[in-house]
RNA sequence: GGGCGGUUAGCUCAGCUGGUCAGAGCGCCUGCCUUACAAGCAGGAGGUCCCCGGUUCGAGCCCGGGACUGCCCACCA
């Protein structure tokens, strides 16, 4: 885009690769660990090996890219660490998928070629979403990749998993596990999810040993009941209380059950009695414990039916099984009811097929004593989380937590550490010696090694220089689905491995909706790749809502993707709005034109001038002031400020002045949200200035003089590109390669400084009163009628220093004669054939009308005495102007 | 069954510690091809701030109750 003057219209595709390409080469995205001064670090969350970019990631990246981008132009030393995941589970079925396509399978390669293949897969597919995360500008260290299966972090993980069997946290056990048949693996209980099923409730008796009737239970799941081992009731329940002690004899097998009370058993429900099935279910398994009792496992982890179901079950399918049990029971005549029954199950999220809850020898880790602290870190602050509400989730979450079971059935991953030999249990950092051991198979779940992400990717256990610079990092930005599988474990990890918590913030962004609020998924057709939004591409149907013509996104550019999704986020889920897109777009361009106008009209003394002044230039300006520090009110203070003329001001013309207030005010604002991860206050405002103060008014009052005296226009059409650099990277850095004394790159200039001292409280309150007069004074032409090109005789006696601009920007002409028109900024419209007076008429009586109630209004307020009395004087003080300026203009009209 | 959040203009959303807070973008209406931008500019219409009580001189903003809605956690056969 070499031709600024010629090209009226900023095209994203011709320049962002170009862009891209020369911060790469310039090695910006690169971090020394051993300079001076801050560091500021993020460690990206590792997408999936397999995964392609989905709009979470692009939201995250804008957010993460901002922040690394604000910081390094703060002067700080940045790294975002960059990496990918192995993601387990996610990664296996792929290949396995793919494997069946082939005709083969996991089982027919063996391990060793399994995993291969999968590293294969890796090669080939792997790297795409790195590459998309380029597309929106993300400056991570690309020359650091990590991946959470490489040698060294695999060394990382080793050393956690033996260190923690060694301090004991790590052990196995027989216990109740969440088993995917899906995947055929057990899974912890975080990725379980409950789905609504229809199901059958039968009630089935129970016949009483005693031969005196029967018990009555109510199940879902008939085929459990072979590994029945007793029935409970609750113990003050009067229908059963005789019952208790005695047994029942369970159909079709034979076995005496003990009938048991337990206050887990709801009275009121079912039957009120209840089958135990300890091997098979998680409450009946917590209840077989407290009770001793004994626990027949009937369904096989290849489910199923085992041998201890009874030979005449055995090798059946769990849904042969129960169709088979409840046709015998029916023969028996035992089925005494059975109805339609709709309930929530559980199912695997990573196979969608419901959990088969069984008994299995697997690894656990022990969790409470590990929460401990790092609960105490949110609590006192070393942690924080934002927004709050996911604070407390965290909190809640952490003070009631289990057990982790680690291993995974899996043969991609981290293979656990561990070896047996006839009873022996050996867990180490290298192979045993002597013959015979044999290796566990199993892996260890994929967020086990996520855990270790932030410190393991910067060399732990070695101590690095890295480790040393950027950890702990600084902040952490994630979506809140992964708050306790992920960020609760990596600040356990990192405080018991790494010394430290591992980030001193977790920002937890929105999740962004389809339009119609429903999830955003591939497969629900509700998703968009955010490529498809940069480069122009299918529009899902669902998105075909609003004004947009029908057809293919067009090209919005990573600018305008990244504006608009930061403009769009949120403390809470946001539904996805191609308008707020739009608009970053427009931003770009109106950025683009804006500096088209003020570059290709500067001439050398602007550009000396500019050069020149001290606070000029965000590349020679110092660090900008600490968070919150800024010392910039956000807007004029309600009430006049004591006037505060400073330096050489006065030579200063006003619009200047102004608009170096206006800038230093939206420099404060964007600074402080972005400081306090306000990200769509950020984007919004730095939208605002340039539109509404810059653009609209700031550079249609100077346009005229931009050949002579355009050194403020340039300085802050530079402050301005640099201010925006973080949220729009691409046309910002496009422009500075432009603007003159733009040298080098504006990614590695700095951020411009805060300037407390260039707030103006009179010019602003000058120069709004000039901007109120041409407001009011367009409005009043085009209510009028009065010809848009027309010239309107008028006096401007008011506004002495403005107006020029006034008479300008509002097509009047200085002039003297009989007033026939009285605005309320005081302009005087003259008589002239271009006015209406008869519409004028009209319009005076109906202001006359609005003016009388309005006064009315405030004097009645100010008539009531606790009114007066009671609120603060600034309040009352207020009112009494608002009435005395309304008086004001309704004299001026009867006069 | 608990917990958290939302309900503000036709649509998507801002509104900090109660006093120009009734806003933005888009859409809609009107007028302008004004030599930075017509994917532009100027002007305009449009809202009982979910409902009912309460506190207060004053309430989208605080308190109580209710309605609707979304999410999270939870082992009711």
Known sequence: MSDLAERTRYVPAEVEPRVFARWLEAGVHRADPEGEGETFSIAIPPPNVTGVLHMGHALNGAVQDTLIRYHRMLGERVKWILGTDHAGIATQTQVERLLASEGSSREALGREAFVARVWEWRETYGGTIVEQLKRLGATCDYDHERFTFDEAYAHAVVEVFVALFEQGYVYRDHYMVNWDPGSRSAISDLEVEEREETDTLYCIDYPLASGSGSLTIATVRPETMLGDTAIAVHPDDERYTRLVGEYAILPLVGRRLKIIADPYVKPDFGTGALKITPAHDPNDFEIGRRHGLEEVSVIGEDGRMTAAAGERWAGMEVMECRAA?????????????????????????????????????????????????????????????????????????????????????????????????????????????????????????????????????????????????????????????????????????????????????????????????????????????????????????????????????????????????????????????????????????????????????????????????????????????????????????????????????????????????????????????????????????????????????????????????????????????????PIIPFVTEELWAHVPGGDGLLATSRWPAQAPEAVDEDAERELGDAIDAIRELRSWRDGMGVRPGAVLPAQLDGHAATAEMIARLGRLRPADGEVVVRLASGIGILASEEVDFEAERRRTDERRATLRAEIQRAQGKLANDRFVARAPAAVVGAERDKLAALERELDGLDG
């Open 325 to 725: 049990v409840v046709a015998e029971l029916r023969e028996q005549r035992l089925i005494s009811r059975q109805e339609p029954y709709v309930h929530d199950v559980p199912c695997s999220a990573r196979s969608g097929e419901r959990i088969e809850p069984l008994i299995s020898l697997q690894w656990f880790m022990r969790m409470d004593e590990l929460a401990a602290p790092a609960i105490a870190a949110v609590r006192d602050g070393r942690v924080r989380i934002t927004p709050e509400g996911q604070q407390r989730r965290y909190l809640e979450w952490m003070e009631g937590i289990r057990p982790w079971c680690v291993s995974r059935q899996l043969w991609w991953g981290h293979q656990l550490p561990v070896w047996y030999r006839n009873g022996e249990t050996y867990v180490g950092r290298t192979p045993p010696v002597g013959d015979d051991w044999t290796r566990d198979p199993d892996v260890l779940d994929t967020w086990f090694s996520s855990a270790l992400w932030p410190f393991a990717t910067l060399g732990w256990p070695e101590p690095t220089a890295e480790l040393e610079a950027f950890y702990p990092t600084s902040v952490l930005s994630t979506a809140r689905d992964i708050l306790f599988l992920w960020v609760a474990r990596m600040v356990m990890m990192g405080l018991q491995f790494a010394g430290d918590v591992p980030f001193r913030d977790v920002y937890v962004h929105s999740v962004i909706q389809a339009p119609d609020g429903r999830r955003m998924s591939k497969s629900l057709g509700t998703g968009i790749d955010p490529l498809d939004l940069i480069d122009g591409g299918p529009r899902p149907p669902v998105f075909q809502t609003g004004p947009h013509p029908p057809g293919d996104f067009p090209a919005y550019g990573a600018d305008g993707v990244r504006f608009g999704l930061l403009a769009m986020s949120s403390t809470q889920d946001v539904r996805f709005n191609e308008d707020k897109i739009a608009q970053g777009t427009q931003l770009a361009n109106k950025l683009y034109n804006a500096s088209r106008l003020i570059i290709t009209r500067a001439s050398g003394e602007d550009i000396d001038a500019a050069l020149q002044s001290p606070q000029a230039l965000p590349s020679e300006v110092t660090s900008s002031a600490g968070p919150g520090l800024r010392g910039v009110p956000a807007e004029p203070a309600a009430v006049a400020a004591e006037g505060r003329p400073t330096e050489a001001e006065t030579d200063v013309p006003l619009e200047d002045r102004w608009i170096l207030s206006r800038l230093a005010r939206a420099k404060a604002r964007v600074a402080d949200a972005i400081d306090a991860y306000e990200f769509h206050h950020a984007a919004l405002r730095l939208y605002d200035f340039v539109y509404g103060d810059l653009c609209d008014w700031y550079l249609e009052i100077v346009k005229p003089r931009l050949g002579t005296e355009g050194g403020v226009a340039l300085r802050v059409l530079r402050e301005t590109l640099a201010m925006a650099h």
